[in-house]
């Protein structure tokens, strides 16, 4: 087997202020990124990225797939290497973050007591395509497990570019490899549950139905794709072989789009809900105000900003009307890229980076270690006919979670309840609800002086 074509360490101009990847990377945006020594790695494009960081510099070598990195000269010094200017698009550099910051905390003093302690979070801008399966696979899920989920669809489904340090790379599998028959079957066994028939009818909905370029008429036209040419961000068809998706008129067709119509476009798809499809519309398709809505945006939303009422009498659903209502607040207050601003409070609002929300420990504080067992209990509720709602049927999501809060060893135990509006089911059909609990069990330990 010929070897891999790797490149030397290049590096782009750009302090942690404007990006920080330890945290962007992992805050629940992508979920193909490995950590393996200290380097971040993953395929974007036919070519697997390698990123590490210091203080000034992003750094970035690339290792091709040798088929690809074999030109017909045989000197990969001619091959055009366009990753420099992959990643300003992948890392949307072009916007300044610092100020936008600046921006958010003038306008919001909740942001700006948070924001500090995660400065460098940018929203990616990823393939439409694969922000859309991984988001579906997020429903009533966690971060790690999403991954997982992503891996296996890409080692069984993607085709294989590299190996770094014994741990293969293969790219994200296009709508016709997930369309294929027999996929739903094989991804119930891999552990996918009701989300393989989401995946596999989503994929065929796109690569049979709707057209792959569907995806890029829907996004932000001020936004290029990642690594589209000119020609595709237009998409010009010729006469004769043009694609409709499922609200697409001529007026639709000849409009440039918008965020609401990106919105409700991708609701007509299998498994999309009104979050998933915010998310979509957010890191994959370019739309900046679009803000998706969890159960941690919604535990925000009631926490921080008075959503769903005071005391005893708050409201632990989230309803299609409260869902806009929360949305067009945020909109209001942070403006036309209000979805970057909602990733710094959500990131701020895991559990994994509740150290990092505290900030440094000072000396004497006494922190708390906790040992965690999660269990998962999955019952079934009949969802009564929808009457006058029109058909909408709302998907609960319930989840403990462990609220970052200004100090570890406060952290306190929130139950949060969500609601995802599903597009389209049957009447008196049953939802699926998980609820994570988390046993744990505290020692009190001083820290070191």
Request: proline share 5%.
């Amino acid at each position: 087997m010929a070897s891999q074509k790797v490149t030397e360490w290049r590096k782009l101009p750009v302090s942690l202020a404007e990006l920080c990847i330890e945290t962007t990377l992992r805050c629940g945006q992508s979920f193909r990124w490995r950590k393996i020594n200290e380097q971040w790695h993953c395929v974007l494009k036919g070519r697997l990225i390698s990123l590490k960081q210091d203080p000034t510099h992003l750094h970035y070598k690339v290792t091709w797939p040798t088929c690809t990195a074999t030109p017909k000269n045989e000197h990969p010094q001619d091959f055009e290497d366009d990753t420099s200017v992959l990643l300003h698009n992948y890392f949307a550099l072009s916007h300044s973050l610092t100020t936008l910051y600046a921006q958010w905390s003038l306008s919001d003093a909740n942001f700006a007591r948070r924001a500090p302690a995660f400065t460098g979070i940018r929203i990616l801008n990823q393939d439409a395509w694969e922000t859309l399966i991984s988001f579906i696979c997020s429903s009533n899920n966690n971060i790690s497990r999403i991954s997982q989920m992503v891996l296996k669809l890409c080692t069984h489904y993607g085709p294989y570019v590299a190996t770094v340090e014994g741990e293969a790379f293969h790219d994200f599998p296009g709508p016709e490899a997930l369309a294929g028959e027999g996929v739903e079957a094989h991804l119930r066994e891999l552990g996918f549950g009701y989300r393989a028939k989401y995946i596999a009818e989503t994929a065929g909905c796109v690569a049979q139905v709707y057209g792959e370029r569907w995806l890029l008429r829907l996004r932000n036209p001020g936004v290029p794709a990642l690594g589209a040419a000119e020609e595709d961000i237009s998409v010009k068809k010729e006469e004769g072989t043009e694609e409709k998706g499922p609200v697409e008129s001529k007026a639709d067709l000849d409009n440039p789009p918008t965020y609401q119509k990106a919105h409700e476009a991708l609701l007509t798809l299998p498994g999309v809900g009104p979050k998933v499809s915010d998310c979509v519309c957010l890191m994959g398709l370019g739309w900046g105000e679009s803000v998706p809505i969890d159960t941690h945006v919604w535990q925000i939303a009631q926490r921080d900003y008075n959503f769903g009422g005071k005391g005893s009498a708050k409201t632990k659903t989230l309803n299609k009307t409260m869902y806009e209502a929360v949305g067009d607040h945020f909109r209001k207050i942070w403006g036309p890229q209000a979805g970057w601003a909602q990733s710094v409070l959500f990131t701020a609002n895991l559990k994994s980076f509740s150290e990092q929300a505290a900030g440094v420990a000072k000396k004497g504080v006494v922190k708390v270690e906790e040992e965690s067992k999660e269990e998962m209990v999955t019952t079934a509720k009949a969802v009564p006919k929808p009457g006058k709602n029109k058909g909408v049927v709302v998907k609960i999501e319930e989840s403990e979670e462990m609220a970052a809060t200004t100090s570890v060893a406060m952290s306190r135990k929130r139950k949060t309840v969500a609601a995802e509006v599903i597009p389209k089911a049957e009447p008196d059909a049953t939802v699926q609800t998980t609820t994570t609990r988390t046993l744990r069990s505290s020692k009190r330990i001083k820290s070191q002086v």
